[in-house]
């Protein structure tokens, strides 16, 4: 099939297509869709797009008046501003990313630009002053916007800078009979023979350097052709049908393949003024395109599209629309400049920008000094925030304490008794042995550098002892539950000590649940 297989270079090497839809001596079909063969279908298509994105045929010379330019060698920065890629037209674009976030981290990550527009977003934050009454209070500071970027954007970015140093370059290739276009095509022919192996390389050669088709070649530097993609364009339907999409085994799992994508992109928006992409891709081939922003759903006509291409037994018809005001080489620049945008809007309805200073109330955390609950109101940008002494009352749980001489509401004298019988319990719990001191560095030397939040029973009655650490039950709970969760981190499921962390938070939950009345849930 002419584009049953596909080349995924994100993943594993392909093969294209299925022995059984292709047999390797095969014959050649003598017509291709858009032949003569083809003309009584052509006649019968509907043309009620807009006429001024496509030239009326489906030759060179049509291509070259749908284009609307000379061709051009490489897509130079003036190619680029011509077609409205920059930060100033991508940030226009409504829509952030029709492909999907990349999951293979690239081969080197740059650190990511400054972000333009954070300054834009402090600039708007620092206009609102602060009220009056907080003249006396420590000034709050500003949080200052670096928006995490995904590994897409990182190696996007990586490839961009690739780009401008001349490492490597995306050229629109075509069969004009130039030298230079002649040797790409040639790379090509040699890159799609190689990694589509199940392809007849007569047929390869032929689509290659069909005069209809078009072709995206990634060059190094040294003008070594390691991949690319290669469609035949509609103009007068203003679609575009994927033939072949390869890159050489040895530079795969590097980005190359969305960056080539996103190029051939933008020479079938810009140069041929094609809306949609259509491909047939096998099965292991699916997964990359869908990452590209192709769907399996075809929005087109089907009067506009049938006829011109052929259907394959084994592959699955996917689309991809190409808006034609949508730079696809300028990803990481309006993703940046859309978060700009979007935390400028946030710090006009919202004070999540805002730093305030530390809390000194807890400073004697680690003295024997009864420390004394600080209120919530006191808390620094939590009025701000929207909370109320109102809402306090209405989310307060009412919480009941079992004693062996009856119930009472919990009060904090009532709690650390509580606390005191319960970690009591807890100590002298059979399965408790290796969880009532810390870990030993001399025993487990690695044993801190795994557990960033060490916790056992010698602490938690050391906090207890101190009278003002334990000032609510959960507190408790959770340093209790974190003494669990740290033995399993760091022993595997099947270590004696999982098996009694289990088994004493059993035992933890059953003192609790028969011990404990509460409104509201305990810790999880």
Same mark, same amino acid.
């Given at each position: 099939?002419?584009?049953?297989?596909?080349?995924?270079?994100?993943?594993?090497?392909?093969?294209?297509?299925?022995?059984?839809?292709?047999?390797?001596?095969?014959?050649?079909?003598?017509?291709?869709?858009?032949?003569?063969?083809? &003309?009584?279908?052509?006649?019968?298509?509907?043309?009620?797009?807009?006429?001024?994105?496509?030239?009326?045929?489906? +030759?060179?010379?049509?291509?070259?008046?749908?284009?609307?330019?000379?061709?051009?060698?490489?897509?130079?920065?003036? /190619?680029?501003?011509?077609?409205?890629?920059?930060?100033?037209?991508?940030?226009?674009?409504?829509?952030?990313?029709?492909? +999907?976030?990349?999951?293979?981290?690239?081969?080197?990550?740059?650190?990511?630009?400054?972000?333009?527009?954070?300054?834009?977003?402090?600039?708007?934050?620092?206009?609102?002053?602060?009220?009056?009454?907080?003249?006396?209070?420590?000034?709050? #500071?500003?949080?200052?916007?670096?928006?995490?970027?995904?590994?897409?954007?990182?190696?996007?970015?990586?490839?961009?800078?690739? &780009?401008? &140093?001349?490492?490597?370059?995306?050229?629109?290739?075509?069969?004009?009979?130039?030298?230079?276009?002649?040797?790409?095509?040639?790379?090509?022919?040699?890159?799609?023979?190689?990694?589509?192996?199940?392809?007849?390389?007569?047929?390869?050669?032929?689509?290659?350097?069909?005069?209809?088709?078009?072709?995206?070649?990634?060059?190094?530097?040294?003008?070594?052709?390691?991949?690319?993609?290669?469609?035949?364009?509609?103009?007068?339907?203003?679609?575009? @049908?994927?033939?072949?999409?390869?890159?050489?085994?040895?530079?795969?799992?590097?980005?190359? /393949?969305?960056?080539?994508?996103?190029?051939?992109?933008?020479?079938?928006?810009?140069?041929?003024?094609?809306?949609?992409?259509?491909?047939?891709?096998?099965?292991?081939?699916?997964?990359?395109?869908?990452?590209? +922003?192709?769907?399996?759903?075809?929005?087109?006509?089907? @009067?506009?599209? #049938?006829?011109?291409?052929?259907?394959?037994?084994?592959?699955?018809?996917?689309?991809?629309?190409?808006?034609?005001?949508?730079?696809?080489? /300028?990803? =990481?620049?309006?993703?940046?400049?859309?978060?700009?945008?979007?935390?400028?809007?946030?710090?006009?309805?919202?004070?999540?920008?805002?730093?305030?200073? /530390?809390?000194?109330?807890?400073?004697?955390?680690?003295?024997?000094? *009864?420390?004394?609950?600080?209120?919530?109101?006191?808390?620094?940008?939590?009025?701000?925030?929207?909370?109320? =002494?109102?809402?306090?009352?209405?989310?307060?749980?009412?919480?009941?304490?079992?004693?062996?001489?009856? *119930?009472?509401?919990?009060?904090?004298?009532?709690?650390?008794?509580?606390?005191?019988?319960?970690?009591?319990?807890?100590?002298?719990?059979?399965?408790?042995?290796?969880?009532?001191?810390?870990?030993?560095?001399?025993?487990?030397?690695?044993?801190?550098?795994?557990?960033?939040?060490?916790?056992?029973?010698?602490?938690? @009655?050391?906090?207890?002892?101190?009278?003002?650490?334990?000032?609510?039950?959960?507190?408790?709970?959770?340093?209790?539950?974190?003494?669990? &969760?740290?033995?399993?981190?760091?022993?595997?499921?099947?270590?004696?000590?999982?098996?009694?962390?289990?088994?004493?938070?059993?035992?933890?939950?059953?003192?609790?649940?028969?011990?404990?009345?509460?409104? +509201?849930?305990?810790?999880?």
């Amino acid at each position: 099939a002419r584009s049953g297989g596909f080349m995924d270079v994100d993943e594993a090497e392909l093969e294209h297509p299925p022995a059984a839809q292709r047999p390797a001596d095969a014959p050649l079909p003598d017509t291709q869709p858009g032949d003569a063969a083809d &003309e009584p279908a052509y006649k019968r298509v509907r043309l009620d797009w807009s006429p001024a994105t496509a030239a009326g045929g489906d +030759g060179p010379a049509d291509a070259a008046a749908a284009s609307g330019a000379v061709k051009s060698e490489g897509d130079g920065a003036a /190619g680029a501003a011509a077609a409205g890629c920059g930060p100033a037209a991508a940030a226009g674009v409504g829509i952030a990313s029709s492909a +999907g976030e990349a999951t293979d981290p690239p081969a080197v990550k740059p650190e990511p630009s400054a972000d333009a527009g954070a300054e834009l977003g402090a600039d708007a934050a620092a206009a609102t002053p602060p009220p009056a009454d907080d003249a006396d209070k420590p000034r709050a #500071k500003h949080a200052e916007v670096k928006p995490t970027m995904g590994a897409y954007t990182l190696r996007e970015e990586y490839l961009i800078k690739q &780009e401008a &140093e001349g490492e490597i370059a995306f050229k629109y290739v075509e069969n004009d009979g130039s030298d230079q276009n002649m040797i790409y095509l040639t790379g090509l022919k040699n890159i799609f023979s190689k990694q589509l192996p199940n392809m007849p390389k007569e047929y390869i050669c032929r689509l290659v350097f069909d005069r209809r088709h078009r072709s995206t070649a990634l060059v190094k530097r040294n003008g070594a052709v390691i991949g690319g993609i290669t469609y035949r364009a509609f103009h007068a339907q203003a679609f575009g @049908e994927i033939a072949f999409c390869a890159v050489t085994s040895s530079e795969q799992v590097k980005g190359f /393949g969305t960056r080539l994508m996103n190029h051939a992109k933008e020479h079938a928006r810009t140069r041929d003024r094609l809306t949609h992409f259509l491909t047939y891709a096998d099965n292991n081939a699916v997964g990359y395109f869908a990452k590209q +922003g192709f769907t399996k759903e075809v929005t087109m006509d089907a @009067e506009r599209w #049938k006829g011109f291409i052929k259907d394959y037994d084994g592959g699955t018809l996917m689309e991809c629309i190409m808006n034609p005001k949508f730079c696809f080489t /300028g990803f =990481p620049d309006m993703i940046r400049a859309q978060r700009a945008a979007l935390d400028a809007k946030i710090r006009t309805i919202s004070n999540a920008h805002i730093i305030h200073a /530390g809390l000194s109330h807890f400073k004697d955390t680690a003295s024997d000094k *009864t420390r004394v609950p600080l209120p919530i109101a006191e808390i620094p940008g939590v009025r701000e925030a929207g909370w109320t =002494p109102e809402q306090q009352a209405v989310g307060a749980a009412r919480t009941l304490l079992v004693f062996k001489d009856g *119930t009472v509401e919990a009060t904090p004298e009532s709690l650390q008794r509580f606390l005191a019988l319960a970690l009591k319990e807890m100590q002298r719990n059979d399965d408790a042995w290796p969880f009532r001191e810390p870990v030993s560095k001399d025993e487990v030397p690695d044993y801190y550098q795994v557990i960033k939040d060490p916790m056992d029973l010698s602490t938690m @009655e050391a906090r207890l002892r101190r009278q003002g650490y334990y000032i609510t039950l959960d507190i408790f709970v959770a340093d209790f539950r974190r003494i669990v &969760e740290n033995c399993r981190i760091y022993n595997l499921p099947e270590t004696i000590y999982n098996k009694l962390a289990s088994k004493l938070e059993a035992s933890f939950n059953n003192y609790m649940a028969s011990h404990v009345i509460s409104d +509201g849930p305990l810790l999880p």
